[in-house]
C-alpha cells in the first residue's frame, strides 16, 4: 500500500499548542475552581490568538505547509497535524472572533460579586474553551477518524451554549440542533467506514494516492458531504439553526453563525479537493451549487419575512451559507491550473472570513440592541439610534459585507465569484449572485430604517449599555471590512501547501 510520509516542520510544535492550550485552560478552571473561570480565559484567549498568527506567521514565512507528527509514529498508525494557508488563515479568523466573543460575553457571563461561584459562567467559558480546541482540531488534522471525533466536540460544545438559560423553547431547539448534527454524524462515519475498508486508512494524503473512481468511493464521499451538509445547515438540512439562535444567548448566536457551521463546510473542502478523484463528477458540483444557489434565494427572501432581528440574521446565515457552495462548479468549470489557484476558490474562501467577522458582528450588535430596548422586534427598534449608536453603526458595516457593497471584504467576495461565473459562463450562479445582494440590501436596510427612526416621547433605554461591548461589537465590523482592501485576485497565501501534499 502506497503511504505519504509526513516530516516535523519548524514551528509545528505550534500546532500541539494550539489545540492543548484550550483543554489545559479547560482544565484550569475544574481545578482551581469555577470563580475563577472568566479570568482563566482571559489568559487562555489572547495566548491562543498569539498562536494562531505565529502559526500563520510560520506558514507565510517559510512558504510551505507547518507539519508535526505526534511521538514521530507516521500514518496511518500515528496522527500528523498540518496547516496550510487555508487552515492557518482560518486559525486566525477563529481566534479573533473567540477574543471578540470573550470580551462581549465579560457583560452577560461574569461571576457576580455577591457569590463564590456561579455554575453558568463556569459553563460558558469551559464550553468556549472546549469549542476552540474542537475548530483548531479540525483546521488542522489529517485523518477522517479523527476529524469525526473533533466535530463531536464541537456538537457537544455548541450545543449547550445554544439552551444556557434552560427556557423549554430553547430546550427542545437544542434537542433538534442534536438530532440533526447527530444524523449527519452517522452518515459522516458510515462513508469513514466505507472509504477504510476500502483502502485501508484514513489519512487525506494516503487516501489522495489511493482513492478511485469508483461506487464505493462516491457513495463514501456522498454519504459524508450529506451529513457535513446538514452539519453547515445547508438548505434543505438547514431546519434545525434558526430555532438554536432564537433563545440563544448571543454570544452563543455569534459563535454559532461565525465559527461552528464553517467546520464541516471545511472538511467538504478537503474531501472534495484532497480526497475525490480528479474524475469528480461534474453533475455533483452542479448539484452542489444548485442547492447553495437555493439555500441564498429561498433564505434571504424568508430572512425579509421575519419580525425578530435574531431570526433575520438567522436566516441570513444560511443565505450567506449558500455562497460558499458556489465554488465547488466555479472552480470545476475553471481554467486555471489547479483549483486553488481559481479566482472562485479565493472568492469563497474569502466569503467563508468576511462572513464570519460580519455575521459575528451583527448577532452581538442584535444582543446589545435587545438589551438596550428590552426586545429584538424589528417593527419596535425605533430609539435603538439613539440607545446604541456603535453598535447600529457596526451592524451597518457588517451589513456591506452581507450586501456585497463596496469597500467590504463581502464585496471582494461576491466579484470574485461573479467574476469566475461570468469567465465560466455560469449565469444562473450569476443571477443568484446579483438578486441574493439586493435581497440582502432589503433585509439590511429595513433593520437600519427602523433604528433610525424617531423613537417616542418620553423614551429611555431599558439598560445602559457598557462603552467596551459595543466597540468590540464594531471591531468586529471594520475588521469585515478592511477585507476590502485586498486584491480582487486569486490569493498566494491561500495556495501555499496546497499542492504537493503532504
Known amino acids: 500500500m502506497m503511504t505519504a510520509v509526513y516530516t516535523t516542520t519548524g514551528g509545528g510544535a505550534l500546532l500541539v499548542m494550539s489545540i492543548m492550550l484550550p483543554v489545559i485552560g479547560m482544565l484550569a478552571i475544574l481545578a482551581l475552581g469555577l470563580r475563577h473561570a472568566e479570568r482563566i480565559a482571559y489568559v487562555v484567549l489572547p495566548a491562543g490568538l498569539l498562536i494562531a498568527v505565529a502559526i500563520a506567521a510560520s506558514v507565510a514565512r517559510s512558504g510551505a505547509a507547518v507539519t508535526y507528527v505526534l511521538g514521530n509514529w507516521q500514518p496511518p498508525l500515528g496522527i500528523a497535524l498540518r496547516a496550510d494557508g487555508l487552515s492557518a488563515t482560518l486559525m486566525v479568523m477563529t481566534a479573533v472572533v473567540l477574543c471578540a466573543v470573550g470580551i462581549y460575553a465579560r457583560g452577560a457571563f461574569s461571576t457576580p460579586p455577591d457569590k463564590a461561584e456561579a455554575r453558568r459562567p463556569m459553563v460558558f467559558w469551559t464550553l468556549l474553551l472546549g469549542l476552540w480546541t474542537a475548530l483548531n482540531s479540525v483546521f488542522l488534522g489529517q485523518d477522517l477518524f479523527n476529524l469525526f471525533v473533533a466535530l463531536e466536540l464541537l456538537t457537544f460544545s455548541a450545543v449547550p451554549l445554544v439552551c444556557l438559560d434552560g427556557k423549554r423553547d430553547t430546550l427542545q431547539a437544542a434537542l433538534r440542533y442534536l438530532l440533526f448534527a447527530l444524523a449527519g454524524s452517522v452518515l459522516y462515519l458510515l462513508g469513514t467506514a466505507l472509504l477504510y475498508g476500502a483502502y485501508g486508512t484514513l489519512d487525506f494524503a494516503g487516501l489522495r494516492l489511493l482513492a478511485r473512481d469508483d461506487l464505493a468511493t462516491s457513495v463514501a464521499l456522498g454519504l459524508m458531504i450529506v451529513g457535513l451538509m446538514a452539519k453547515a445547515a445547508l438548505f434543505p438540512l438547514h431546519l434545525w439553526l434558526p430555532p438554536a439562535h432564537a433563545g440563544a444567548p448571543a454570544a452563543a448566536s455569534a459563535v454559532l453563525s461565525a465559527l461552528v457551521v464553517k467546520a464541516p463546510f471545511f472538511i467538504i473542502l478537503r474531501l472534495w479537493f484532497d480526497v475525490a478523484p480528479q474524475s469528480v463528477n461534474a453533475t455533483a458540483a452542479h448539484l452542489l451549487g444548485g442547492l447553495g444557489m437555493a439555500s441564498i434565494l429561498f433564505c434571504s427572501v424568508v430572512a425579509l419575512r421575519q419580525a425578530r432581528l435574531k431570526l433575520m440574521i438567522a436566516y441570513s446565515t444560511v443565505a450567506q451559507v449558500g455562497y460558499l457552495f458556489l465554488m465547488f462548479p466555479l472552480v470545476m468549470a475553471s481554467d486555471a491550473p489547479a483549483e486553488w489557484q481559481a479566482i472562485g476558490w479565493t472568492g469563497g474562501t474569502l ?21 438596550a430596548l428590552g426586545h429584538d422586534r424589528i417593527d419596535d427598534l425605533a430609539g435603538a439610534l439613539k440607545a446604541v449608536p456603535i453598535s447600529i453603526a457596526a451592524f451597518g458595516l457588517a451589513g456591506l459585507s452581507l450586501m456585497g457593497l463596496p469597500p467590504s471584504g463581502g464585496f471582494n467576495a461576491k466579484l470574485m465569484l461573479l467574476t469566475a461565473a461570468a469567465e465560466t459562463r455560469n449565469w444562473t450562479i450569476a443571477a443568484a449572485i446579483l438578486i441574493g445582494g439586493i435581497l440582502a440590501a432589503s433585509y439590511v436596510f429595513r433593520v437600519l430604517g427602523r433604528a433610525m427612526a424617531e423613537p417616542a416621547t418620553g423614551f429611555a433605554p431599558v ?25 480582487l485576485q486569486p490569493f498566494d497565501y491561500l495556495a501555499i501547501g496546497r499542492s504537493g501534499l503532504p
Not at 469 to 483: M, N, S
Open 463 to 487: 439598560a445602559q449599555i457598557p462603552l467596551y461591548r459595543e466597540l468590540t461589537v464594531l471591531a468586529l465590523a471594520v475588521c469585515a471590512v478592511v477585507l476590502g482592501l485586498l486584491p
Open 351 to 371: 466569503q467563508l472570513v468576511s462572513h464570519a467577522l460580519a455575521k459575528a458582528s451583527m448577532f452581538l450588535a442584535a444582543g446589545l440592541i435587545a438589551e
